[in-house]
């Protein structure tokens, strides 16, 4: 069935292999991706009433859209019902940024908390339906959270590899809680990446890291769920973080497909924003060289702490045909534009607020219009880097401190403390 309808291509020369293919390279070495091989069978109008029909696996903000990435029965789906996460508004953040039609889709609202959950979805159903017993990752937190999740929800053993020291509390004790084996390991998260397909190869287990080209498909459902929220109306721009660069390749994937398939009459500009001190993305494209350079990575926003991005071919791909754009941001735009994120009441994790650094920065170089059309990703939740939400706070020369006040148990003191703080109108 899945053999006539979808097949892995190379992305660089014209090779194709079986959707069960073991590998996810090539055999000239690069990557390998799900083509279709026919027009998929898939109206808007199935779409919505897919939305509603709460009783079937197929409310997921997933796999309501399953003809177009991965078309299993219901019987194969390993499902949290994930998706049907909300695209905001926010006065603040349109403030902050400039962007008078900014919505901001967060993703961070999935079930174990990032958008890894779409792709996990996906991927380990087809881990499932190959007939795997067990199934690993490399992860800088999130793909090792929603990967554990999900093999303990299908009763699958769980190998996650974590770079030592370098993985936020949230999200490692995630995978601890869901009861993945959990492997540390020494060096950092491209390290971590070698040695789980290494690990992978020799063993028999399933990888699930966004090499993974069903990990890919999962993840266009943020695009195809930004379409049907604003009812297929494409966006001037959508804005994302990048590190390993599967994300930008999914929705870029997506948006491609959509298009072909002429469900949507324009492919979105897509702009990648990198943390400046995690920026190989950014300084390949803006030196406009052929190669991307591997490096060292260092910054706060961990999720995206990455050196040597698996994907950079696919994202080069969709931000040159979309007329895209990359830039960058310091560790101190990311701070200010979380404590921006924070403040509006949606929050997110730092990793998440590079979208609105990098759209503030975009708009005032002027990339970005202030009438344009704006679609910001949140990738993941507040809570899941709890430390640096009480550091940013609680640091007394910081201009965001925002510390506990400490008071005796009387009721007068704290009248008077509350009655100042009434009259503040700086807070
Ligand atoms: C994984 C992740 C990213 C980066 O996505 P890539 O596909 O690796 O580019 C960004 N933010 C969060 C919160 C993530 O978990
Ligand atoms: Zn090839």
Same mark, same amino acid.
């Given at each position: 069935m899945l053999n006539d309808k979808i097949s892995l291509d190379c992305i660089t020369c014209d090779k194709s292999y079986g959707?069960?293919?073991? &590998?996810?390279?090539?055999e000239c070495g690069d990557l390998l991706e799900v083509k279709f091989k026919s027009l998929p069978d898939l109206s808007k109008e199935q779409i919505r009433l897919r939305s509603t029909?709460?009783?079937?696996? %197929?409310?997921s903000g997933v796999w309501r859209? =399953?003809?177009?990435?991965l078309d299993l029965e219901e019987s194969s789906i390993c499902s949290r019902n994930e998706g049907n996460t909300n695209l905001y508004n926010s006065s603040l953040l349109s403030e902050y940024t400039g962007i008078n039609q900014l919505r901001i889709k967060h993703e961070g609202e999935n079930p174990s908390g990032s958008f890894k959950d779409r792709g996990m979805t996906t991927a380990i159903s087809m881990a499932k339906l190959l007939g795997y017993k067990a199934v690993a990752c490399a992860s800088t937190g999130n793909t090792s959270a929603s990967m554990a999740s999900y093999a303990a929800s299908c009763g699958l053993k769980a190998f996650v590899f974590i770079p030592e020291g370098k993985i936020s509390f949230g999200k490692l004790s995630q995978s601890l809680a869901y009861g993945a084996h959990t492997l540390q390991i020494k060096g950092n998260f491209d390290d971590a990446l070698d040695l789980v397909q290494e690990i992978c190869k020799r063993k028999g287990i399933y990888l699930l890291n966004s090499l993974n080209p069903y990990r890919i498909e999962g993840q266009k459902s943020i695009f195809f769920e930004m379409m049907q929220q604003l009812n297929?109306? %494409? /966006? &001037?721009w959508i804005i994302l973080p990048g590190g390993n660069l599967g994300n930008i390749s999914a929705l870029g994937k997506g948006a491609c497909e959509l298009f072909e398939w002429g469900v949507i009459d324009k492919i979105p500009r897509f702009a990648v924003v990198q943390a400046q001190g995690a920026n190989p993305f950014y300084t390949m494209m803006s030196s406009r060289a052929h190669h991307l350079e591997k490096m060292t990575p260092e910054t706060i926003a961990t999720a995206i702490?990455?050196? +040597? /991005?698996?994907s950079w071919k696919k994202a080069q791909k969709i931000v040159t045909k979309s007329k895209g754009y990359v830039t960058q941001v310091s560790e101190e735009e990311i701070i200010e534009a979380k404590v921006m994120v924070d403040r509006s009441g949606i929050g997110a994790e730092p990793a998440s607020c590079c979208s609105i650094a990098g759209l503030k920065k975009l708009h005032n170089q002027k990339v970005?219009?202030? +009438?344009e059309s704006v679609v910001a990703v949140l990738t993941?939740? %507040?809570? =899941?880097d709890p430390d640096n939400n009480v550091k940013i706070h609680t640091n007394?020369?910081? /201009?965001?401190y925002n510390g506990a006040i400490k008071l005796s148990n009387n009721t007068d003191e704290i009248e008077t403390t509350i009655d100042k703080l009434l009259l503040d109108s700086s807070c």
């Open positions: 959707y069960d293919y073991s &590998d996810f390279y090539c029909n709460f009783a079937s696996k %197929v409310q859209f =399953k003809e177009w990435h297929y109306k %494409v /966006p &001037d702490r990455i050196g +040597n /991005p698996v970005i219009q202030a +009438n993941g939740h %507040v809570l =899941k007394m020369d910081s /201009p965001f």
